[in-house]
């Protein structure tokens, strides 16, 4: 008899509406995990039939008319988008920018799910009571403008802006360039809505006033420039900043980055600073400030479906190395312990590591993200079929 496989599907919506019971015979087993189930009458019974374990946050009884709609990054909803008396489902897996008056068009949905966050109008929450929101309700004031979520400010802004005009950012304004002109911007009677307000010194005295009392302001030095994403510390970077830097973004200094650092008299950085040991010890002699710091390897392996870690490897990485985000792991049975702990710096959200137990003592302490290991290198379960999707239909 031909052994049956196990199935085990993660999603964020699994629709069982048409499952067939030919399906459910071919495995040995069903699991699954998901935020959605959409079934009827008929599917359930099948489900229950063939002992399908379920774990959902939700399950709703639909009829198979009912389209379903998912978009995974931005959507932004529209007055009239929606057709009047449509049967529809909407999963939205990044942001949902809700435009003023859609009222009619968030009634039309039968369901909505959100993974991510929702920008709206003040006056359109209430109509998300129903809504399934695993994140968060950006909501502002109702006829706000809306700028990028991270607005940069500069000196042409008060030519463009409109009369009694209120901006939003949901995110940040950033006010750095010397010529912005924040009395132009008052005299026209300009407002700001936003969470945070990042302002150069000379400026902040005329600039603060147009902003509400929500907002959390950070004076910085006259000069300092803003990165608005991750970024290494090398010459380019130094030169592009001068030595004055607000980053908005990951900071990773290498054994080349670390005398670099010498030569910052500011350096605010809105995430983590990932650092070799030789750059972590010149970083705690200048006034940095940032989230966390992380020790990482001068060899760094991310985003691999499979990574061997061998003597070889590690022997020519003299600044240690780091894995992140690679799928399999496996480690040489030749490779000692010793010589791990030596140049082995971090492990990051890796999903499965194969080693020896000896190697396992070693490895364990630096996993990040919650890594399985597996002490056979070789062994792999082919019994088991893994589904991880946005969206599956059994």
Do not use: W
């Amino acid at each position: 008899m031909e052994n049956k496989k196990k199935l085990c599907v993660t999603c964020d919506v699994c629709d069982a509406r048409k499952v067939q019971e030919s399906t459910l015979a071919a495995y040995a087993s069903v699991r699954i995990v998901c935020g959605c189930l959409l079934a009827g009458q008929q599917a359930r019974e099948l489900l229950s039939r063939y002992g399908v374990s379920v774990v959902a946050d939700r399950t709703m009884d639909l009829d198979e008319e009912v389209r379903t709609h998912t978009v995974n990054g931005r959507m932004e909803l529209k007055p009239g988008q929606v057709p009047a008396g449509a049967k529809m489902l909407l999963c939205v897996n990044g942001v949902l920018e809700i435009a003023p008056g859609c009222e009619e068009v968030l009634r039309q949905y039968l369901g909505i799910t959100i993974n991510g966050r929702v920008l709206c109008p003040e006056s359109t929450v209430h109509l998300l009571s129903n809504a399934t929101v695993n994140g968060c309700i950006d909501a502002y004031p109702d006829g706000c403008i809306l700028l990028k979520s991270t607005a940069v400010l500069d000196r042409t802004f008060h030519l463009r802006s409109k009369q009694d005009a209120c901006y939003h950012a949901s995110g940040r304004v950033v006010a750095l360039a010397p010529d912005i002109d924040f009395g132009k911007l008052a005299e026209k009677n300009v407002r700001f809505s936003t969470k945070r307000l990042l302002v150069v010194e000379s400026l902040a005295e005329q600039a603060i006033p147009l902003f509400d009392e929500r907002t959390d302001i950070e004076v910085l030095p006259d000069g300092c420039v803003f990165l608005n994403d991750d970024a290494e510390l090398d010459e380019n970077l130094l030169r592009r900043c001068g030595g004055k830097l607000y980053l908005n973004g990951d900071l990773t200094v290498g054994r080349a980055g670390a005398p670099l650092l010498e030569q910052f008299s500011f350096l605010q950085v809105n995430g983590d600073i990932m650092a070799t040991r030789a750059a972590e010890e010149r970083l705690g002699k200048i006034e940095a400030k940032y989230d966390n710091l992380r020790r990482v390897g001068g060899t760094c392996l991310c985003g691999r479906s499979t990574v061997n870690v061998d003597r070889a490897l590690l022997e020519m990485a003299e600044d240690g190395v780091s894995l992140m985000g690679c799928a399999l792991v496996r480690v040489g049975e030749d490779v000692p312990p010793e010589l791990l702990r030596e140049r082995m710096v971090s492990l990051t959200g890796c999903a499965s590591v194969r080693c020896t137990d000896a190697q396992r003592a070693v490895l364990q302490p630096i996993s990040e993200g919650g890594a399985s290991f597996d002490g056979d290198t070789q062994k792999i379960d082919e019994s088991l079929s893994v589904v991880t999707a946005d969206y599956y239909t059994l």
